[in-house]
């Protein structure tokens, strides 16, 4: 079966604007998680939604949103984009969530905000 | 908070050499843990994990991990690693009760040919 779907896998923006990512989840889960991946940060969590409910929120500031769809699909949205926001965001998919299964991930999105 | 710690950011190995990565975390409660790999240029993989049982897991190729409650700690082990497992190594835990996965900062392995 098909792999999680992230897409663009690039994006270049400038400081100031928004942009939203996306992410299409393996078949039949209902759980999207999204990600921050920077250099010796490990991953930071965003947000985790299940059944288009938002259940759990990291610690990021109200810049960053997200929302999931009846057919599961994920967007994450930043807007007033900062410099600091450049990083590689993955999105995970899972059955029952991340902390309870194993999740699948994107190969993410890479962000460079200029 | 919780928190989870990578001790060593970069290892460097030879081909046959025993591995061993660890992985501590703070969090009193009841957990479930893992680790993901990522090799170059891949997406995110789990190796193994642990929800409950026996605290010796087995993981794919080769990879096994010890959970000692007493410690808060997760190790990995290999006793005998290969050129194929240079990759960056996450340990995570979740709290169960709660659904955050919290990550580790990874662990980067080369392994010399």
């Known amino acids: 079966k098909a792999g999680v779907t992230q897409t663009p896998r690039y994006l270049i923006k400038t400081r100031g604007q928004q942009v939203t990512l996306s992410c299409s989840p393996i078949?039949?889960?209902?759980?999207v998680s999204w990600y921050q991946q920077t250099p010796g940060q490990g991953l930071q969590f965003l947000f985790e939604y299940f059944s288009e409910t938002q259940r759990n929120k990291g610690n990021f500031p109200g810049r960053f949103s997200g929302r999931q769809f009846s057919n599961s699909r994920s967007e994450m949205n930043v807007s007033t984009l900062e410099l600091g926001d450049s990083a590689l965001y993955l999105c995970a998919s899972s059955d029952q969530g991340a902390g309870n299964t194993e999740a699948f991930f994107g190969q993410g999105t890479r962000l460079t905000v200029v | 908070a919780q928190s989870v710690s990578q001790h060593n950011h970069h290892v460097i190995l030879s081909e046959a050499a025993s591995l061993e990565l660890g992985c501590n975390y703070s969090y009193g409660g009841t957990v479930n843990l893992f680790w993901y790999v990522q090799y170059p240029g891949q997406h995110l993989q789990l190796l193994l994990k642990?929800?409950?049982?026996d605290p010796l897991v087995k993981g794919i190729k080769g990879f096994e991990a010890e959970f000692i409650k007493s410690k808060f700690s997760f190790n990995l082990r290999k006793p005998s690693v290969q050129w194929s497992d240079t990759a960056e190594y996450f340990c995570?835990?979740?709290?169960?009760?709660?659904?955050?996965?919290?990550w580790g900062a990874g662990t980067k392995l080369i392994i010399k040919p």
């Open positions: 642990y929800f409950s049982g």
């Open positions: 995570a835990v979740n709290a169960k009760s709660n659904y955050q996965l919290i």
């Open positions: 078949s039949g889960h209902r759980s």
